[in-house]
């Protein structure tokens, strides 16, 4: 193995923390390098199910090292719960790390979030409501509190006191809403300092050392390509560098030691929130996949929208992160389906484009075009070579290769660590 980085190539909830938890067992350290709680990755292994938000999904193996990179963003709260669920499931983190330079979630950021959110009304972006934009927003503007301001009880105090004038003066006059108190804050999250005090760590030098040392690292993105702050569907899109780029800042490495890009992609495609989705299915199609794909949102329980895989986004997310390969998952959730449709290109206007940037001048005018392929009625599930699935499903998976131009690694068709086909004869080598 290598130095790699998962991505989302989608708009999230692609698969990342279960190819994570598979490839986790042929590394040194699992590293997450942006987001926080709005991302919810699911590993689900030996019948028990891990939904996690903030812990690297490297976690279940004991002798993995687990990152939180200094790009993320913590809730300490969700932090600590999720630490003593998988202690309460057996499992240690022992081996957990947190940046010292990791911004806090504080509880004016979630109210913000939630009051901008109410003030736009039909034009809301469909957050999580977790605080993301606000605690990112006072990062870029240098007003934010760090795990190690946190730990140091004088200065905490302090920054707090600074800031919470401000954001109380803009919860009421601004949104009419609820203000907080700096001393009920202060004593909580001294509380949550105290708990989390014995995992924080320099990361950067931990990470790089990693790195000399010849470990190899795998970087857990979250969230996907088309909801980065930069090259998403912007303002439809989270606060972070979701795409590999934000490897190099988020975890403090420089360009060279990443040896490979792995873009995630569901075998169709879905989207959580608002904005624009051009392949999304409103009837009976989108429907089905819904339910057999219990497209339900990990962190938010929302209905995911749902529609075709779109090779557009594709080709954009491998040209955006440099895709080495696609792991394609849910490939189960197809069968059934007499006739599915991929979509090459979008029409606007008179014109047809095969490649765009999600611009709102192409996306949202644009009428996807699509090719229709045979599809199967077999259940794939316990198909673990690619040899051995239906000749529409290897037939689906080839047309994709050849519309895309990116390799396909994996396949899962199913939601367990094992339900996988491994079809990158190199990865494979790794593997049996
Ligand atoms: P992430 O945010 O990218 O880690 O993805 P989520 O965990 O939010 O959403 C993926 C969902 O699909 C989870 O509920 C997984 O258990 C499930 N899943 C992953 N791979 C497969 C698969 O191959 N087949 C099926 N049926 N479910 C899968
Ligand atoms: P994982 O890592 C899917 C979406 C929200 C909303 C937009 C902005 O599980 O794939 P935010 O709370 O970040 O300000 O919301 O981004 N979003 C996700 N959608 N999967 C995620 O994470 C997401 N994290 C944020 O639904 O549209
Ligand atoms: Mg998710």
Known sequence: MANIVLVGAQWGDEGKGRITDLLSSKVGMVVRFQGGDNAGHTVIFNGQEFKLHLIPSGILYPDVVCVIGNGVVINPATLISEIENLEKKGIDTENLRISSNCHIIMPYHIALDGASEKRLGSSKIGTTKKGIGPVYSDKASRVGIRVCDLLD???????????????????????????????????????????????????????????????????????????????????????????AGGVFAGAGIGPGRVNEVIGITKSYCTRVGEGVFPTEELGKIGEFIRVKGHEYGTTTGRA????????????????????SSIAITKLDVLSGIEKIKICTSYKVGD??????????????????????????????????????????????????????????????????????????????????
């Open 351 to 432: 014109n047809i484009y095969e490649n765009v940037t999600p611009n709102c001048f192409t996306l949202e005018k644009s009428q996807p075009q699509y090719i229709e392929v045979n599809g199967w009625d077999e259940d794939i599930t316990n198909i673990l070579e690619f040899e051995k699935l239906p000749y529409n499903a290897r037939k689906y998976i080839n047309t994709i290769e050849e519309l895309t131009k990116i390799p396909v690694s994996m396949i899962s068709v199913g939601p367990d660590r094992n339900q996988i086909i491994i079809k990158d004869e190199n990865l494979k080598k790794n593997f049996f």
């Open 153 to 243: 009880a004088e200065l905490f105090w302090q920054k707090l006191n600074d800031v919470l004038e401000v954001k109380n003066a803009i919860l009421s006059k601004v949104y009419g809403a609820e203000t907080f108190d700096a001393k009920e804050i202060f004593e909580k999250y001294n509380e949550y300092a105290r708990i989390i005090k014995k995992y924080v760590v320099e990361s950067t030098f931990l990470i790089n050392k990693a790195l000399d040392e010849k470990k190899n690292i795998l970087f857990e993105g979250a969230q996907g390509t088309l909801l980065d702050i930069d090259h998403g569907t912007y303002p439809f899109v989270t606060s972070s560098s979701t795409i």
């Open 304 to 323: 995911r929208r749902c529609g075709w895989f779109d090779c557009v986004i594709i080709k954009y997310a491998g040209m955006i992160n440099n895709l």
